[in-house]
């Protein structure tokens, strides 16, 4: 929503500011972080993402990221709740087709890319829970911010 604020000045009005929430509340190119808490909210914008806990995570999560992008991509019936009647005739054809079942529909790739990424936050928060680790982190941190500066100097 766009408004503009006017005063008086002796018999005229004239405009001397403008609000723009779409222009407020737009990110630029770059990699920002939006935290929302009770009361306000917080934004960092232009953050280095953290390249070397995602991929440790990576590495360390493969089968679980697996697993979850495979529970996602699992077809289910894409009506619900069922019918007693239906899931009763669900439960019929999935007795009769046994680990065979054809499923009727699927997760899109966004889900399941979602998925792979979920399961590797709960690694990255799993390993960043050891203060060996989190120290270590930190210690990279320090050193990368260093060659930036010396990069940009």
């Known amino acids: 929503m766009k408004k503009i604020y006017y005063e008086k000045i002796g018999r005229r009005y004239v405009p001397v500011s403008e609000y723009d929430s779409e222009y407020l509340d737009s990110f630029s190119k770059g990699t920002h972080i939006v935290m929302c808490y009770p009361g306000g909210q917080s934004r960092r ?50 007795k009769e087709f046994g680990d065979d079942l054809a499923t009727l529909t699927i997760g899109c790739a966004r889900d399941h890319a979602e998925a792979g990424v979920n399961a590797m936050i709960a690694e990255a928060d799993k390993l960043m829970s050891h203060p060996a680790v989190r120290d270590a982190y930190e210690q990279f941190q320090t050193v990368c911010n260093l060659v930036k500066q010396k990069q940009n100097t």
């Open 45 to 94: 914008y232009n953050i280095d993402p953290n390249y070397a806990a995602m991929i440790a995570a990576g590495r360390l999560a493969e089968d679980g990221i697996c697993e979850a992008m495979r529970k996602a991509s699992e077809m289910r019936p894409q009506r619900t709740p069922l019918t007693p009647g239906q899931k009763k005739a669900w439960e019929k054809l999935a």
